[in-house]
């Protein structure tokens, strides 16, 4: 069975700095891995999703890497802002969507 | 505009009163699914259904059940709802590809369910 951690749990920073999640899974043979940020009591939005034949995806100040031989991928937001303040999950498909418990980031004005 | 909808995105009811809640999508995904989330748990699959008139259950699937009878529809029924089921539910859906796996879930906005 699959299992997703994200660590650290939770993360706060000074705006501007920034931001490095982490995710790991125990199986790598998936088809692809998709970030999502949430918002208290909010859906899920989806950030950036990277194929299994890819090592990166980019979209604005965010930036994913996938290292699939290690089971790792990191999200990195740079710049950030307080309007960044939510929660992070990561979910890796392999033909079944497994979630982590996501990070919940602080970003201070 | 390309979406998820689910209704209602909020629901008081009491212990045994059987309650459905219903998901759309316009975006002709093949595959859809039926998310509960819990503090402290999570995201957990309740069922998921990879095309019309096909399901299966996923992680937690006690107490819930499905139909797919039309591409777009997949609603939850929740036939004897308990207090254990008082929960936060996300219905998603995503296309399947030619090699059989699955693309980009898109999410519903969610329904806050609360059992009394």
């Known amino acids: 069975k699959q299992e997703v951690t994200q660590i650290p749990a939770a993360l706060s920073v000074p705006e501007g700095e920034n931001l490095v999640l982490n995710c790991s899974f125990t199986?790598?043979?998936?088809?692809?891995l998709q970030w999502f940020r949430q918002d208290p009591g909010k859906g899920l939005t989806s950030l950036l999703l990277i194929q299994s034949s890819q090592r990166e995806q980019t979209s604005g100040r965010l930036n994913a890497s996938l290292d699939k031989s290690s089971g790792r991928s990191t999200l990195y937001i740079a710049a950030s802002q307080p309007g960044d303040s939510a929660t992070y999950l990561c979910a890796v498909n392999d033909y079944k969507l497994s979630f982590g418990a996501g990070t919940t980031v602080t970003v201070r004005a | 505009e390309a979406q998820v909808t689910q209704n209602p995105r909020y629901l008081i009811t009491v212990t045994g009163k059987k309650l459905t809640v219903t998901c759309s999508q316009n975006?002709?995904?093949?595959?859809m699914s039926w998310y509960r989330q819990d503090p402290g748990l999570g995201l957990r699959q309740i069922y998921y259904s990879m095309n019309v008139e096909v399901t299966d259950k996923g992680d937690v699937p006690e107490g819930y059940k499905v139909s797919r009878k039309e591409k777009r529809n997949f609603p939850l029924i929740l036939e004897s709802p308990s207090p254990n089921q008082t929960s936060l539910y996300f219905c998603a859906s995503s296309l399947r590809d030619r090699s059989g796996g699955y693309n980009e879930q898109f999410f519903g906005p969610g329904t806050r369910l609360t059992v009394l």
């Open positions: 199986d790598s043979a998936i088809y692809n």
């Open positions: 975006m002709n995904h093949e595959y």
